[in-house]
């Protein structure tokens, strides 16, 4: 389908500097050694550790989620911009050009990781449903 490169282009680069300010800028840290690093390429997201010894070279999304995920960064950002407005798989799948099995995995994925960290949140408290 033509023109389906710009179907998202304002949301995706607005949820792009979203990510970056809210979850890079808060952990500017080597992953490995814990010290001090720097972007060495914003559109890759990629970072550099400025300590000598270590002065690794890594993508911001390893020990994610997202690591092994065959689709960019910027098609997880459209699949997570369809995935509440109740767009099914089977039409997300023809939006993105993705198979059906691809975005069902990565929303399995991101579903998952919400119930890891809903329960991580809550645990302890107890809720009362009320009817």
Not at 41 to 51: A, E, G, M, Q, V
């Amino acid at each position: 389908m033509p023109g389906n490169d710009k179907l998202f282009e304002e949301e995706t680069s607005l949820m792009h500097v979203l990510f970056v300010l809210t979850v890079v800028q808060r952990n500017n840290r080597c992953q490995i050694c814990g010290s001090k690093s720097i972007w060495e390429n914003k559109k890759d997201l990629s970072i550099k550790c400025l300590w000598k010894p270590c002065y690794k070279k890594y993508n911001i999304l390893i020990y994610t989620i997202f690591q092994n995920s065959k689709p960019k960064v910027k098609t997880i950002f459209e699949i997570i911009y369809l995935w509440p407005i109740d767009i099914s798989s089977k039409n997300t799948s023809l939006l993105l050009n993705f198979s059906k099995s691809t975005i069902c995995r990565i929303l399995l994925k991101l579903s998952n990781a919400l119930k890891e960290k809903y329960y991580k949140f809550y645990q302890g408290y107890a809720v009362r449903m009320s009817s």
